[in-house]
């Protein structure tokens, strides 16, 4: 007998921008900063790969000839058309992910940079070392990129191809004994 699994990625990365945000939001319960621009900057980038998964899956259910090489707006583009919604980049949650994946290539494809400024004082020196991302590394923002992730995850999960084509991560087939 085959076995067959269906493997959906996007919920290990899901759950892993999840795993980053409780201890975003533990460490804040605690009154501890200790870290938690480097957790946001985890959440983040997590977040950014789960949208990536999420047009992949829904692509594969939904668009004929789907094509996982195309450029991310294209693709994000066909599965508005499929799922009957709206694409307007100006509208959540597609506004949001447009933000998210602009931070998340700034962060995948970031460039060596060599500043140089007279210090005032050692205050500075957090403006001198700041990154393109570094404002973004707060638990305001990253909640507010993950809830809408999460309501894009609900969009796909709404349309009833993709119910019918199953959601879960799941393997079938087996029915012998499990052996050492």
Same mark, same amino acid.
């Given at each position: ?12 990365l899901f759950n892993l921008a999840y795993y980053h945000l409780q201890t975003i939001e533990r460490k804040q319960k605690e009154k501890t ?5 480097? /957790? ?17 899956f829904a692509g594969e259910a939904l668009v004929p000839d789907w094509e996982e090489r195309e450029k991310y707006h294209v693709k994000l ?15 959540? &949650? ?31 020196? /957090?403006? %001198? %070392?700041?990154? /393109?991302?570094? &404002? ?13 992730? /999460? ?30």
């Amino acid at each position: 007998m085959a076995h067959e699994a269906n493997i959906y990625p996007h919920h290990d990365l899901f759950n892993l921008a999840y795993y980053h945000l409780q201890t975003i939001e533990r460490k804040q319960k605690e009154k501890t900063s200790e870290s938690i621009a480097l /957790d946001c900057m985890s959440c983040l980038l997590a977040l950014g790969l789960t949208v990536e998964a999420l047009i992949n899956f829904a692509g594969e259910a939904l668009v004929p000839d789907w094509e996982e090489r195309e450029k991310y707006h294209v693709k994000l583009k066909k599965i508005c058309g499929q799922l009957g919604y709206e694409f307007d980049e100006t509208q959540e &949650p597609l506004k949001t992910l447009k933000e998210l994946k602009g931070l998340r290539d700034k962060m995948a494809h970031a460039k060596p940079a060599k500043r140089e400024k007279e210090l005032a004082s050692l205050a500075e020196i /957090d403006e %001198l %070392l700041e990154t /393109d991302w570094d &404002p973004y590394l707060t638990p305001k923002y990253v909640n507010r990129i993950y809830d809408q992730v /999460d309501r894009f995850e609900k969009l796909i999960y709404e349309n009833q191809a993709i119910q019918e084509s199953g959601i879960l991560t799941i393997a079938v087939g087996w029915t012998g004994e499990i052996k050492p």
